[in-house]
């Protein structure tokens, strides 16, 4: 079935500096989310993108949709202490396809 | 602002035990959904609800049932919980019937089984 594969597994950063992680999948999407997930708490939608190509920010996060749409960057600049947690990506080859769910990238920032 | 209110948040339970986790959404959703999350393995799709009345298996639902009450509330049912049960339960809702909307989370329930 479909996979997704998130990388890096885990990153350990100084405070204000920039992150960039990213998510491929071995299919075409349609769809590509992003969450983030703090300790304790159930995962919330950071940025969605619905177009090949398109980037789209959210504060200090920029998301980009791969134009070969397997594969979708999520970047974060400045980064500052409350950053921390898992950053999921998510995706679907259609709108009738369930969302399908990458194993996470965990981020510590150390200030 | 609630969102998706789940309960308990925390449940030890000794095998062959059953139990139902709850779930209510405020946000007059239309979708529902239940996810296992485990370490390294992201969210994986258990059950879910496209609208009221109705159910369908996600990619792990082996040993779990579920009832979409009404609108608001969808429930997960263990009827006889095994060690291999023990993870994070997430609830979501979205609100477009379509399954590549956000979907809004709930806090989790936190299950052990001895």
């Known amino acids: 079935g479909q996979q997704l594969n998130q990388s890096p597994q885990s990153m350990f950063i100084q405070e204000g500096e920039d ?24 995962p919330v939608l950071l940025i969605a993108l619905y177009k090949a190509g398109e980037l789209t920010s959210n504060g200090r996060l920029t998301a980009q949709f791969g134009i070969t749409r397997k594969d979708s960057f999520l970047n974060i600049s400045a980064s500052i ?3 921390v947690g898992i950053y999921f990506c998510a995706g679907s080859g259609t709108s009738y396809d369930k969302v399908i769910f990458g194993p996470g990238t965990s981020l510590s920032v150390i200030p | 602002n609630a969102g998706v209110t789940q309960t308990p948040k925390f449940q030890v339970l000794k095998t062959g035990q059953s ?3 709850q779930c209510a959404q405020d946000m007059n959703h239309n979708s529902m959904y239940w996810y296992r999350q485990d370490p390294g393995m992201g969210l994986r799709l258990i059950y879910y609800s496209a609208s009221e009345g109705t159910t369908d298996k996600g990619e792990v639902p082996n040993g779990y049932n579920v009832s979409r009450l009404n609108k608001r ?7 006889s919980a095994a060690p291999s049960q023990t993870s994070v339960y997430f609830c979501a809702s979205s609100e477009l019937g379509r399954d590549n909307q956000p979907q809004h989370f709930g806090d989790g329930t936190r299950l052990s089984i001895l």
């Open chain 1, 19 to 42: 992150v960039s992680m990213n998510c491929t999948s071995s299919s075409i999407f349609n769809t590509w989310l992003w969450y983030k997930q703090e300790p304790g708490e159930g």
């Open chain 1, 81 to 83: 202490p409350s950053d």
């Open chain 2, 19 to 21: 139990m139902t986790l």
């Open chain 2, 73 to 79: 509330e969808f429930s997960l049912r263990l009827e």
